[in-house]
């Protein structure tokens, strides 16, 4: 029976989802020809969040379960147990497949779950009765093929994948390696916090642990997104960082093809290299297998916004942010589509939100100081550039506040202190800077002297500071593929 609504399921001899089999009376895990015994505490844990699948189970109510006599440390024991179970099923507390934490409330299983009651040894002729009588659903990824045919495609795919996992006694075949694990954890924090000494830290941690164990699939769709990030922040050369990107990315999914994350890595590659029927595929295929993913519904909301949706896009990230409200991450990115679309009260909103998350962010004022400026709000603006640490940005803000309070002599000095700060391919401050003082000439000559991986970004296109650009005819120009565009000559402007 497969629980509708909000039901409680019935209890069975196996639950199944996403391609496992929990096999209740032997305690074991499945898939594709693999498995694993779970410990005692990880297996309580699992079935009393299949039991409910989609529900808040307490943590009040795990401990329970776990140890009714009351002599341990619970919330310790309670947090080591989960994270066991996690390890088995190569699963992640800050982007989950299966096991959603509830900060200081308790855990829900967010995964499709699906029943079978009947006896799990019956031999071939019996499984597939079995299969049958449960009703059991081919995979998200395959809801058009019939039931016979995803029957067929399992012994397939298990046949296929058994030279890709390495060999391993029975008890560790799936489960990553402790220490692998340990590191893998580590480096999803730090990912997070998406400063560069993090990110930095975070790509160590994720090469030590595929090093220790090759078969964490996991692992290495979190180096791949380590990379990625490296890539757009300009921390390390596109040509180094790139490919390393997909052969991380193609790694993962060697190893587990149902892992989005990977996807998303891959779909970002190949956009980023020219190839946008590739990522439109594999952007499909993480949204056909976690389309609630917060790294799947970021990247829905910049397809979105590429193609004009902002509105849409706001949406999709917004959804983001809700499904990983302590992520600064999604929510940074939440601030810069509401900015892109004009929504600026509401860009605020969630800017002191993020200031809440982390109030040592070196970017917020920064951002609050952008939205200032276009509000209207130019004294307020020039008080908080005083403790905006880098110039460049620092400049910027002046050169524009001084701008709309028509004060020309402090603008313009603003604006060459801003140039000296900037190296000549990285002039789109300088060209926001020039737009909005309505130097439209001289703004376009630095548009055209940035570097490639401006033209590529969103904001660019949706920057409030370009909008006395947008109705000139040189911006379609700007607008055209990257390849036209290379041709033609980059200098750095001579702004006076």
């Given at each position: 029976?497969?629980?509708?609504?909000?039901?409680?399921?019935?209890?069975?001899?196996?639950?199944?989802?996403?391609?496992?089999?929990?096999?209740?009376?032997?305690?074991?895990?499945?898939?594709?020809?693999?498995?694993?015994?779970?410990?005692?505490?990880?297996?309580?844990?699992?079935?009393?969040?299949?039991?409910?699948?989609?529900?808040?189970?307490?943590?009040?109510?795990?401990?329970?379960?776990?140890?009714?006599?009351?002599?341990?440390?619970?919330?310790?024991?309670?947090?080591?147990?989960?994270?066991?179970?996690?390890?088995?099923?190569?699963?992640?507390?800050?982007?989950?497949?299966?096991?959603?934490?509830?900060?200081?409330?308790?855990?829900?299983?967010?995964?499709?779950?699906?029943?079978?009651?009947?006896?799990?040894?019956?031999?071939?002729?019996?499984?597939?009765?079995?299969?049958?009588?449960?009703?059991?659903?081919?995979?998200?990824?395959?809801?058009?093929?019939?039931?016979?045919?995803?029957?067929?495609?399992?012994?397939?795919?298990?046949?296929?994948?058994?030279?890709?996992?390495?060999?391993?006694?029975?008890?560790?075949?799936?489960?990553?390696?402790?220490?692998?694990y340990e590191r893998h954890e580590r480096a999803r924090?730090?990912?997070?916090?998406?400063?560069?000494?993090?990110?930095?830290?975070?790509?160590?941690?994720?090469?030590?642990?595929?090093?220790?164990?090759?078969?964490?699939?996991?692992?290495?769709?979190?180096?791949?997104?380590?990379?990625?990030?490296?890539?757009?922040?300009?921390?390390?050369?596109?040509?180094?960082?790139?490919?390393?990107?997909?052969?991380?990315?193609?790694?993962?999914?060697?190893?587990?093809?149902?892992?989005?994350?990977?996807?998303?890595?891959?779909?970002?590659?190949?956009?980023?290299?020219g190839n946008p029927a590739g990522s439109a595929e594999?952007?499909?295929?993480?949204?056909?297998?976690?389309?609630?993913?917060?790294?799947?519904?970021?990247?829905?909301?910049?397809?979105?916004?590429?193609?004009?949706?902002?509105?849409?896009?706001?949406?999709?990230?917004?959804?983001?942010?809700?499904?990983?409200?302590?992520?600064?991450?999604?929510?940074?990115?939440?601030?810069?589509?509401?900015?892109?679309?004009?929504?600026?009260?509401?860009?605020?909103?969630?800017?002191?939100?993020?200031?809440?998350?982390?109030?040592?962010?070196?970017?917020?004022?920064?951002?609050?100081?952008?939205?200032?400026?276009?509000?209207?709000?130019?004294?307020?603006?020039?008080?908080?550039?005083?403790?905006?640490?880098?110039?460049?940005?620092?400049?910027?803000?002046?050169?524009?506040?001084?701008?709309?309070?028509?004060?020309?002599?402090?603008?313009?000095?603003?604006?060459?202190?801003?140039?000296?700060?900037?190296?000549?391919?990285?002039?789109?401050?300088?060209?926001?800077?020039?737009?909005?003082?309505?130097?439209?000439?001289?703004?376009?000559?630095?548009?055209?002297?940035?570097?490639?991986?401006?033209?590529?970004?969103?904001?660019?296109?949706?920057?409030?500071?370009?909008?006395?650009?947008?109705?000139?005819?040189?911006?379609?120009?700007?607008?055209?593929?990257?390849?036209?565009?290379?041709?033609?000559?980059?200098?750095?402007?001579?702004?006076?």
């Amino acid at each position: 029976m497969v629980r509708a609504g909000g039901a409680r399921v019935d209890p069975c001899n196996e639950y199944r989802f996403d391609g496992w089999r929990l096999i209740r009376p032997s305690g074991e895990l499945a898939k594709a020809g693999r498995q694993i015994r779970l410990q005692s505490q990880p297996l309580q844990i699992l079935e009393s969040l299949l039991a409910q699948p989609g529900e808040l189970v307490t943590r009040e109510t795990l401990i329970a379960r776990l140890w009714p006599n009351g002599v341990v440390d619970y919330d310790t024991a309670l947090n080591s147990a989960v994270r066991r179970l996690r390890g088995a099923l190569g699963d992640c507390a800050d982007a989950p497949r299966y096991i959603e934490t509830i900060p200081r409330r308790g855990y829900r299983f967010i995964g499709a779950v699906e029943l079978q009651a009947a006896p799990v040894d019956a031999g071939p002729a019996g499984a597939i009765a079995a299969t049958r009588a449960a009703g059991v659903r081919a995979p998200r990824w395959l809801a058009a093929a019939t039931i016979l045919l995803a029957l067929t495609t399992v012994a397939a795919v298990a046949s296929s994948l058994a030279g890709v996992f390495r060999l391993r006694p029975v008890a560790a075949v799936f489960a990553p390696d402790g220490r692998a694990y340990e590191r893998h954890e580590r480096a999803r924090h730090l990912l997070d916090q998406r400063t560069h000494e993090d990110v930095e830290r975070a790509r160590q941690y994720f090469e030590e642990a595929v090093a220790i164990d090759p078969a964490f699939a996991g692992a290495w769709a979190g180096l791949a997104s380590a990379y990625w990030i490296e890539t757009v922040e300009g921390w390390m050369p596109a040509a180094q960082a790139l490919p390393r990107v997909r052969d991380a990315a193609e790694r993962a999914l060697a190893l587990d093809p149902q892992l989005a994350e990977a996807h998303v890595r891959l779909a970002m590659y190949q956009r980023r290299t020219g190839n946008p029927a590739g990522s439109a595929e594999h952007l499909a295929k993480a949204s056909a297998l976690q389309p609630d993913d917060p790294l799947v519904l970021s990247l829905s909301a910049s397809s979105a916004a590429e193609e004009g949706q902002l509105d849409a896009a706001v949406e999709l990230q917004r959804r983001a942010v809700e499904r990983k409200p302590l992520s600064a991450v999604h929510r940074r990115n939440l601030v810069a589509m509401l900015t892109m679309a004009g929504r600026l009260q509401e860009a605020q909103v969630e800017l002191q939100r993020l200031r809440e998350l982390n109030p040592a962010s070196k970017d917020l004022a920064i951002q609050l100081a952008q939205l200032l400026v276009l509000e209207g709000r130019f004294d307020e603006a020039l008080d908080l550039a005083a403790q905006i640490a880098g110039e460049a940005e620092r400049q910027f803000i002046r050169t524009v506040a001084y701008h709309g309070l028509d004060r020309k002599v402090e603008s313009d000095a603003a604006l060459q202190a801003l140039i000296r700060s900037l190296p000549g391919d990285e002039g789109l401050q300088i060209a926001e800077a020039l737009a909005y003082r309505g130097e439209r000439d001289q703004a376009f000559e630095w548009l055209w002297a940035t570097r490639d991986a401006y033209r590529d970004d969103l904001w660019v296109e949706y920057s409030p500071f370009l909008q006395s650009l947008r109705t000139d005819a040189r911006w379609s120009a700007w607008l055209a593929p990257v390849d036209d565009r290379r041709s033609r000559p980059q200098r750095r402007p001579a702004t006076g």
